[in-house]
């Protein structure tokens, strides 16, 4: 029987530990798809279960990495057939059944999606979940109307995965862009993604006024509480927030005031659970929309041995942009 590499976490007395070990298919959690994985990459969320640094893993031992992609080896599912390019995000995979730091994974096939034609599988996963939240970021300010007209787009952790590819989607539909980061010294990579302005994140990581000077029509926020709380309070009458992340904290220290005395709309924004509806029209938008040329430079590739440090670095802000990491 054929074996295969995977990066595994165990859990311990003292907390976790990680171990490269040789699997077979046998192995594999139940699922209707065996899929080769080919490209995977480094989230925020891999960083949290490689680390242990957050209860992210809810199932022992486990196989983290929360999206890959690759080609289908088997299937028994009736969307998908041997030979297939697919692409997975989300669904608890890396958390809850086992993930894409593996050169092989069993997956259900509702989870999955077909690859559109005109992505690599290196450029989806530069994309990755990072970066398919931040589309699914943008077409919910679109569909709340939030034209570039209305004014420019605030986008939080501007340096991270979810942050720079936001800002060269936005880029490239004709918004205006204030990027926030907490390394000012990258300021000329954030304007050749498309940013016009940076501001520091120290503006706004603070406790902050119930209400302030209106400075932007909507934003893009992966931090969460007191940045959110001072982004809602600074966003300008009828704007719109996509919120998607919680890096800065899980809480929301914020007051009514800019909902009913400004009109404001605060849009939740889930990648996790997402139809699969919304997930191929965001691909599809991706594949169509983002500048290759772009992405590329903001994108690193690493092998499967090097996401341990990995996880490591992107939780340590060292991390800018997106890494592919090469599975096959």
Not at 26 to 47: A, F, H, I, S
Request: hydrophobic share 40%; aromatic share 6%; charged share 25%.
């Amino acid at each position: 029987m054929t074996m295969f590499k995977a990066l595994q976490i165990s859990k311990t007395d003292d907390g976790q530990k990680l171990d490269w070990v040789e699997l077979s298919e046998k192995d594999l959690m139940e699922g209707d798809v065996t899929v080769k994985v080919e490209k995977t990459t480094v989230n925020y969320k891999d960083g949290l279960a490689i680390t242990g640094s957050s209860p992210v893993v809810r199932h022992w031992p486990m196989v983290p990495g929360i999206d890959f992609a690759g080609t289908v080896l088997s299937s028994q599912h009736d969307e998908f057939k041997k030979g297939d390019a697919v692409i997975l995000n989300g669904f608890g995979v890396g958390e809850t059944h086992w993930g894409a730091y593996s050169e092989v994974a069993r997956v259900k096939g509702d989870w999955l999606i077909h690859k559109p034609e005109n992505i690599s599988a290196h450029d989806a996963m530069a994309v990755g979940t990072a970066g398919y939240t931040s589309m699914l970021c943008v077409l919910a300010l679109e569909e709340s109307g939030l034209t570039p007209d209305k004014g420019p787009i605030l986008v939080t952790g501007a340096n991270g995965g979810v942050g720079s590819v936001a800002i060269a989607l936005l880029a490239k539909a004709g918004y205006e862009i204030i990027a926030s980061t907490g390394r000012p010294e990258e300021e000329a990579f954030l304007k050749s993604l498309g940013a016009h302005q940076i501001i520091d994140r120290s503006e706004l990581s603070e406790k902050g006024r119930p209400l302030g000077k209106e400075r932007w029509a909507g934003a893009i926020d992966a931090v969460g509480s007191h940045s959110l709380a001072n982004i809602l309070a600074q966003t300008q009458y009828g704007g719109v927030v996509a919120c998607c992340g919680l890096a800065q904290g899980f809480d929301l220290p914020t007051t009514v005031m800019p909902f009913i005395l400004r009109g404001i709309t605060l849009r939740g924004v889930d990648s996790v659970y997402a139809s699969k509806e919304k997930r191929i029209k965001a691909w599809d938008r991706i594949a169509n929309d983002l500048d290759r040329d772009i992405l590329a430079s903001l994108t690193r590739e690493i092998p499967l041995e090097s996401v341990i440090q990995a996880g490591h670095d992107i939780l340590d802000g060292k991390i800018r942009g997106r890494v592919v990491v090469n599975i096959s």
